[in-house]
Structure formats: C-alpha cells, structure tokens
C-alpha cells in the first residue's frame, strides 16, 4: 500500500509540475511580442556649392580670383598700397533638406609682418562688418533665401610708417587659405 500512495504521489507530482509548466508558458506568452517591419528612410539632401562649386571639393583661392579697386596711382589689377581687393564667397544651400551651420577661417599668417594689410568680413545680407579672421552663421531650412554672399576684402592701407615693409613686398605673391567647414544645424 505504501508504493501505491508513492506512486499515486509521484503521478499527482508530475501532472501539478506539467499544469505548473503550461500555466508559466502562457503566462509569458501573453508579454511576449513578435513583429517585423520594414521601413525606408528618405535621407536628407546635402549639396552645398561654394561660388558654384560643391563643398566636397577642395580648390586654391589666390590674388587672381579677387576683384580688384585700385586709386588712381595704382594700375589696375595689381595690389598695392593704398588699394583693396575683395572676393565674395556665395554659400548656396538651396539644395539642402536641413538647416546648415556654416563656419570660415582665413589664415593671415602671410600678413603678421603687415599690420597695414588686414582683412574685413561683410555679411552682404545685412551689411555687418566683421574685422576678424574667422566667422560662422546659420542657414535656416526656414529661410526664404537659402542663398548667402560673404565679401572678404583685402585692405592695404598706404601708411608712410610701414614703407620699408611694404617695399619687401614687391615682386612677392601674397597666399592665403580660407577654411570651409559645414555642418547640419541642429537646434538645442
């Protein structure tokens, strides 16, 4: 008799384990979630082109690429002092889906020894002047003109303190880099 309540103990053990089994299986089912999905993403254009050329490309500006004002001492074409040369910088963004931070700095190591050469920033849009040698801004997606002219003028002011410089200058080529850097801009 006591095998048979063993074994009736046993049975009744592993049927409450199989019911216990099921019972946590679909419990877990109900907190279980299986899904797919499949989702194309449009990615954002980015084309920038500087003075029509795209951003991704790197290219030399020198003296040739600026415009030129000269008094009427100088002739034209050439930089000398008393004269300005000036290049525009176009920022076209049109083609962009997102907003572009935009930020230029212009190495004037060339011109340490020459404080009376010195270069000036103008937004063309709002005409601010900026007398640095770096310079950021935004390109709103929500801008209406999607389009911005940076003038960078190269000023030689004629100063009779800085002749002796100025004289080593003939015959030299002035170079000078302007560093480009876009960005998305992304409000915090």
Do not use: C
Not at 14 to 19: D, V
Not at 49 to 69: K, M, Q
């Amino acid at each position: 008799m006591k095998n048979k309540t063993s074994y009736k103990i046993i049975i009744i053990g592993f049927f409450a384990l199989l019911l216990t089994t099921i019972a946590v299986i679909d419990t877990y089912a109900l907190f279980e979630t299986n899904g797919n999905a499949t989702k194309n993403l449009t990615i954002g254009k980015w084309n920038i082109l500087l003075n029509n050329i795209d951003v991704y490309e790197n290219r030399t500006i020198t003296l040739n690429d600026f415009v030129y004002t000269n008094g009427i001492h100088t002739q034209s074409n050439y930089f000398a002092p008393g004269s300005s040369a000036y290049f525009d910088l176009i920022i076209d963004a049109s083609a962009t889906d997102v907003s572009v931070a935009y930020d230029f700095t212009i190495d004037d190591s060339q011109t340490v020894d020459y404080p009376n050469i010195y270069f000036i920033i103008t937004d063309m849009s709002n005409n601010q002047q900026i007398n640095a040698n770096t310079f950021s801004g935004i390109i709103p997606l929500s801008s209406q003109t999607r389009t911005k002219t940076i003038r960078i003028t190269l000023n030689w002011t004629n100063d009779p303190d800085y002749d002796e410089s100025d004289t080593s200058l003939i015959g030299e080529n002035l170079a000078f880099t302007i560093d480009a850097h876009f960005e998305q801009y992304i409000e915090e």
